[in-house]
């Protein structure tokens, strides 16, 4: 099984990023779906989560209404759309799947993790 996230970067506050996480080795619809971040000095949490039907999206109370999380079936990919960025949101984003929950925003229930990604919000 193999997660590659990617679509991080350098911005400023007020701009928008896409990352994409590239799934293989699974079957992808029999998961769930999250990002997590984790900022330098301090515990990896959660993001956002969707639901391997895609009826059913979660989201941190930091980041709900700024981002929004989709995913793409046929592309075995999901994607993390980040609008408003904040410096406070510089962080490695990771991707992260399971199986058995909707609804988890406990890093322990996640069965399989990408390598992260980097977001970095200048003020």
């Known amino acids: 099984v193999q997660l590659q996230a990617s679509g991080g970067g350098l911005v400023q506050a007020g701009d928008s990023l896409r990352l994409s996480c590239a799934a293989s080795?699974?079957?992808?619809?029999?998961?769930?779906w999250a990002w997590f971040r984790q900022a330098l000095g301090k515990e990896r949490e959660f993001v956002a989560g969707?639901?391997?039907?895609?009826?059913?999206?979660w989201y941190s109370d930091d980041v709900q209404g700024r981002f929004s999380i989709f995913k793409d079936s046929a592309g075995y990919t999901v994607y993390l759309q980040m609008n408003g960025l904040k410096p406070e949101d510089t962080a490695v984003y990771y991707c992260?799947?399971?199986?058995?929950?909707?609804?988890?925003?406990?890093?322990?229930?996640?069965?399989?993790w990408g390598q992260g990604t980097q977001v970095t919000v200048s003020s």
């Open positions: 969707i639901h391997r039907a895609g009826s059913y999206k």
């Open positions: 992260a799947a399971e199986s058995l929950r909707a609804g988890s925003r406990v890093l322990a229930e996640y069965d399989y």
């Open positions: 080795g699974l079957i992808f619809r029999n998961y769930h």
